[in-house]
């Protein structure tokens, strides 16, 4: 199989109402051409996981500001306040969840978890409707497990079956996603040949790669 496409390609794969997981951290190892293809897919009632929501012109705030999202967990929206005026404005659903607890979230939904336990937000507003659990005398959150229906997925160096290395700050969210998702596409700002990286140094192995797009093809 080909995982090299095009983005007409990938505009093919999105449906209303799915949900998918966006990596990055304020559009920093974002997929913006895979953004591109979102956008230009007209899809709606989108949930949306990932780290915030960005910046109003940049990655997940283009999809907020286009009004595809009906739903956004994320563990902040300060950045954005397009996020803040629609949901003060009852037309869009926040989920905040802290940082790490977050990313718990979705490394446990990769990994076939039931959930996690955490103290974050025990006895704040964070516990609301939430199971707590005591273990050794002290409390803790249930916090369920997360996964999508796709995930994108931007990498520094991939190969082209798929096999990926995150550079930087790109690392942040990006190989979790990418085992929390039925359906994975990597937006690969250097495209190598298969069989050229450092095998000690891929942080997502191809396998659970499905579609590769070129950075800016």
Not at 17 to 33: K, Q, S, V
Not at 36 to 44: Q, R
Not at 120 to 143: A, H, R, S
Not at 170 to 177: E, G, L, R, V
């Amino acid at each position: 199989m080909n995982k090299v496409v095009s983005l007409d390609k990938i505009k093919n794969l999105f449906k209303d109402d799915m949900t998918i997981m966006i990596g990055g951290f304020l559009a920093c190892g974002t997929g913006e051409h895979l953004i591109d293809a979102l956008v230009e897919s007209k899809v709606k009632n989108l949930t949306i996981i990932g780290n915030d929501t960005s910046f109003v012109d940049k990655g997940i705030g283009r999809l907020i500001v286009n009004n595809q999202v009906k739903k956004v967990i994320a563990s902040h929206i300060g950045t954005n306040p397009e996020t803040g005026r629609l949901m003060n404005e009852g037309k869009l659903e926040v989920e905040l969840s802290p940082q790490g607890t977050l990313i718990e979230r979705v490394r446990a939904g990769g990994f076939g978890l039931g959930g996690i336990l955490t103290p974050t937000g025990v006895g704040t507003l964070v516990e609301e409707n939430k199971e707590k659990i005591t273990v050794n005398g002290e409390e803790y959150l249930l916090e369920l497990p997360l996964r999508a229906d796709i995930a994108l997925i931007k990498g520094s160096v991939v190969d082209d079956f798929g096999n990926t290395i995150y550079k930087g700050t790109t690392k942040n969210f990006n190989p979790m996603m990418a085992m929390a998702s039925d359906l994975v596409i990597v937006e690969a700002q250097t495209l190598v040949d298969t069989g050229s990286l450092n095998q000690d140094m891929i942080m997502t192995p191809g396998v659970v790669v499905d579609y590769i797009v070129r950075e800016g093809k």
